[in-house]
């Protein structure tokens, strides 16, 4: 079964707007990270955040953590037509290199 | 620039035929992934090594499918027989696991994109 689901399913904006993407997992993890996809390629890692952190920055990317509402979010700011791509959560387990990965939120911005 | 590298990019077959696919994880990474894409089921993982070691294939129809590591540097997946419901797009990933840390990044190849006639 899913553990991430991200939401919404998609989101149009125009450049320089905000993005924010949520995902909601169903038990403990161990860590958190968001992924990128662009059409046809591979998933690329974006940033990882530990279950003992509320918040981290990366460039323009902002992830928080609420692990009591087993939710997080991914803010990325002053978005870029070169941001358009599916984004994933995947979460992991302590002691497990796995992750489930949730079905992503596809993300369109128009110049 | 260490990246994983996956072969074939594409891959068309008729049903019946046997598929192989191969990846070469980034040097040093000592676990090695495999993930079935779709629309309808995301991505799916369908086997991990760990130095070389199949650790979980309950992702993996065992009748038809195989996952080896000949050896470090090299990760085959076969498909025997392929059927149409095989058609997708297979991913590799590597990562470095440390005992005791905190998570683990995973770094994908370019996917081999799969259609079965």
């Known amino acids: 079964s899913q553990q991430g689901e991200e939401d919404p399913q998609a989101l149009s904006i125009q450049e320089g707007e905000n993005a924010t993407m949520n995902c909601s997992y169903k038990?403990?993890?161990?860590?958190l990270q968001w992924y990128r996809q662009n059409s046809g390629r591979g998933l690329v890692h974006l940033i990882l955040i530990r279950s003992n952190e509320r918040e981290k920055h990366s460039g323009r990317l902002r992830v928080t953590l609420d692990t009591s509402k087993k939710s997080s979010s991914l803010l990325i700011t002053a978005s870029r037509a070169a941001d358009t791509a599916s984004y994933f959560c995947?979460?992991?387990?302590?002691?497990?290199?796995?992750?489930?990965f949730g079905k992503g939120t596809m993300l369109l911005v128009s110049p | 620039d260490a990246r994983v590298t996956q072969t074939p990019r594409h891959k068309v077959t008729e049903m019946g035929q046997e598929v192989t696919m191969r990846c070469q994880p980034i040097l040093g990474h000592n676990t090695v992934f495999w993930y079935r894409q779709t629309m309808m089921q995301g991505l799916e993982l369908l086997a991990y090594?760990?130095?070389?070691?199949?650790?979980?294939d309950s992702g993996m129809p065992k009748d038809r499918f195989s996952a080896e590591m000949p050896d470090a540097t090299l990760a085959t997946l076969k498909i025997q027989p392929s059927e149409p419901r095989d058609s997708a797009v297979y991913f590799c990933?590597?990562?470095?696991?440390?005992?005791?840390?905190?998570?683990?990044?995973?770094?994908f190849g370019p996917g081999t994109r799969l259609l079965v006639l």
């Open positions: 990933a590597s990562g470095l696991f440390i005992q005791g840390g905190r998570g683990e990044t995973q770094y």
């Open positions: 995947a979460t992991g387990k302590s002691g497990y290199s796995t992750l489930t």
């Open positions: 090594f760990r130095n070389r070691a199949p650790l979980d």
């Open positions: 038990t403990s993890i161990n860590n």
